[in-house]
């Protein structure tokens, strides 16, 4: 008998092209029961998985209906595997998450998780539904911390892990770096203090070994709720240094700034591209009547943004940052109380001496040293034609 599972409009047979579904049909795999784990599909997903951290894959996409898929040096190449089946993505899923996590993802159709082949490496992982059928989208997560010199990162945020207290942003799009630079910073702090640093993560990537800190990492599900449950109970851990995996909606934020206002220092990161979006996003998360209050408090804690872009290298393999990096100076604290965020790109500008940089000049830079090309420089620039000009100078 073949087995079948239905998109939108079409049924799926295994490895076949989609024909024409009846709605009686349809409506039989809006929630299509999850085949159980064979040990061969179990050999499958994982023999894909090392082929494509063989090639040097950052992303894996297995979705069923295609062949797998890999990220390759930004570029998203098809891997010599046949189609996957509905029912082998299903089994790919099962094989990769807990109880707990399959039925997160039967409740709410989505679900976040980490995933670890040993000696092979650990990924993050999102499962969800696309046309009623399961695809699964892998990031690959480096087991070993890489150190500030190897990340390419501006000298400015090593000296930011000396801050006793406080908030630091870092932002950018998915697949920015973001939280390779987090890791690399409770490294560096890891390495100095004795203190107590606790992360929030969804998932828990990086696994941190405790030296002269001791460091706990909870997970979203497996360990806490959510960002904003993990942040109202952490104050009562006697935390030194917090880490929230991001701020992604008012509670967490709310509770994020608290943190950071009774003396803790707190590391997160935001979806933005740059300082002034930031300080705009996070005030307008909150009520019309509560934003003049929101500014005052970000004004008093906020101590950096940093904004980073990843741009493939022209000179070698891999990829590199350019970083925009706004500090918070008596400046740029007026700017955010007074409501005028959209000046704090002239601050930015006019304090280079002090390690503040805005990201066309990082990208500039980049460029000048034979890093990146001019075409992705110009692509990627905050103003491209003012980019254009300084790089034909």
Sequence with gaps: MENLCHGFGVTWFAGKVPIPASDDRRAA?????????????????????????GLGASDIHLVAGHVPMARLHTVITPL?????????????????????????????KDTDFSY?????????V????????????????????????????PEIIRKLTYLPRGLILVTGDTGSGKSTTLAAMIDAMNQRYQKHIITIEDPVEYKFVSHKSVIEQ???????????????????????????????????????????????????????VNASQTVERIVDMYPATQQNQIRSMLANT???????????????????????????????????????AFEIPNVIETNRALGMNTLDNAIAELYFNGMIGRDSAIAQAAYPDKLERMLAA
């Excluded at 189609?83 to 998450?97: C, D, L």
């Design 29 to 53: 795999c809006v929630n299509p029961r999850p085949p159980a784990t064979t040990r061969e599909d179990t050999m499958e997903v994982d023999t894909i998985i090392k082929a494509a951290m």
């Design 80 to 108: 010599d595997y046949p189609v996957i089946t509905p029912e082998a993505a299903w089994r790919m899923f099962r094989h990769m998450a807990t109880e707990f996590q399959q039925k997160r993802f039967e409740d709410i």
């Design 116 to 124: 670890e082949i040993p000696g092979v490496g650990r990924f993050r």
């Design 126 to 153: 999102n499962a969800h539904l696309q046309r009623s059928m399961v695809g699964i989208a892998m990031r690959a997560i480096k087991e070993k911390i890489p150190a500030f010199n190897d990340l390419n990162l």
């Design 218 to 272: 909870r997970e979203l599900g497996d360990d806490v709720p959510s960002f904003a449950s993990g942040l109202r109970h952490v104050l009562r851990q006697d935390p030194d240094i917090i880490l929230v995996g991001e701020m992604r909606d008012l509670e967490t934020t709310a509770a994020a700034i608290t943190a950071a206002e009774t003396g803790h220092l707190v590391l997160s990161t935001l979806h933005t």
């Design 302 to 340: 906020l101590q950096a943004v940093i904004s980073q872009t990843l741009f493939k290298r022209v000179d070698a393999k891999g990829m590199v940052p350019a970083v925009e990096v706004m500090l918070c100076t008596p400046a740029v604290r007026n700017l955010i109380r007074e409501n005028r």
